[in-house]
């Protein structure tokens, strides 16, 4: 079965500091999908990442990094110099595409709190 | 832009009294979902939509129906809401489930619903 832990329930950083979100998941599928979402106050779920299995370069998009480590199965995610409107819940989520019609599988979140 | 739309954003009704929900796309995907959020909770699936065909998730109660009457427009009706109705629903689409490339799921603002 699939499984997403993120371990960090909430994290509290001040302004310009550097945060990692940590991501480990389970499955059996040599072929998934692995996705960050952000969800503001306002609620939406902002899609951030997708990254497939067989991918295990690290990606870097303006202030934020992934780094995917599949010895590890682990996706983590990093905000360099935090700012105050990175402050939002951050879920982790898998898919296993081969299967059919799976459904997203979401980590429990972590709430990021920047403070000014 | 092309986006997904949910009406209302907030919407408040009375135990028992029967409610829906909407949800429409400009994006032109085969695939659309409906998912329960509870605060400070990962979104739950509730069901989804591949074109017209409807997969329930097993756990999804009878309370909760949908309907697709379009590729742009699905609903979600809740039949006789309860207290433990309230909550946060997001509607999501995605191109198609079943290529090898596992498309995204691009969320609506969802519809915070209350019920009193």
């Known amino acids: 079965a699939q499984k997403v832990t993120q371990a960090q329930t909430e994290i509290s950083v001040v302004e310009k500091e550097d945060v990692t979100l940590d991501c480990v998941y389970e499955t059996r599928d040599t072929t998934y999908y692995l996705f960050w979402y952000k969800q503001p106050p306002s609620g939406e779920l902002v899609f951030l990442i997708r990254r497939n299995s067989f991918d295990e370069q690290n990606e870097i998009s303006g202030r934020y990094s992934w780094n995917f480590q599949k010895s590890t199965s682990s996706f983590n995610f990093t905000i360099t110099a935090s700012q105050v409107v990175d402050s939002a819940v951050y879920f982790c989520?898998?898919?296993?595409?081969?299967?059919?019609?799976?459904?997203?599988?979401f980590g429990k979140g972590t709430r990021l709190s920047v403070i000014a | 832009d092309a986006m997904v739309i949910q009406n209302p954003r907030y919407q408040v009704t009375q135990f028992g009294k029967p409610v829906t929900l909407s949800c429409s796309q400009t994006?032109?995907?085969?695939?659309m979902y409906w998912y329960q959020q509870k605060s400070s909770q990962a979104p739950k699936l509730l069901f989804h939509y591949y074109d017209k065909d409807f997969n329930n998730e097993a756990d999804t109660p009878d309370n909760f129906q949908s309907r697709r009457p379009n590729t742009s427009f699905c609903f979600l009706d809740i039949r006789s809401p309860g207290l433990g109705d309230a909550a946060m629903y997001l509607c999501?689409?995605?191109?198609?489930?079943?290529?090898?490339?596992?498309?995204?799921?691009?969320f609506g603002p969802g519809t915070r619903l209350t019920v009193l």
């Open positions: 994006l032109n995907h085969n695939v």
């Open positions: 999501a689409t995605s191109r198609d489930v079943r290529t090898p490339s596992t498309d995204t799921q691009y």
């Open positions: 989520a898998l898919s296993e595409s081969l299967s059919g019609n799976t459904p997203l599988v």
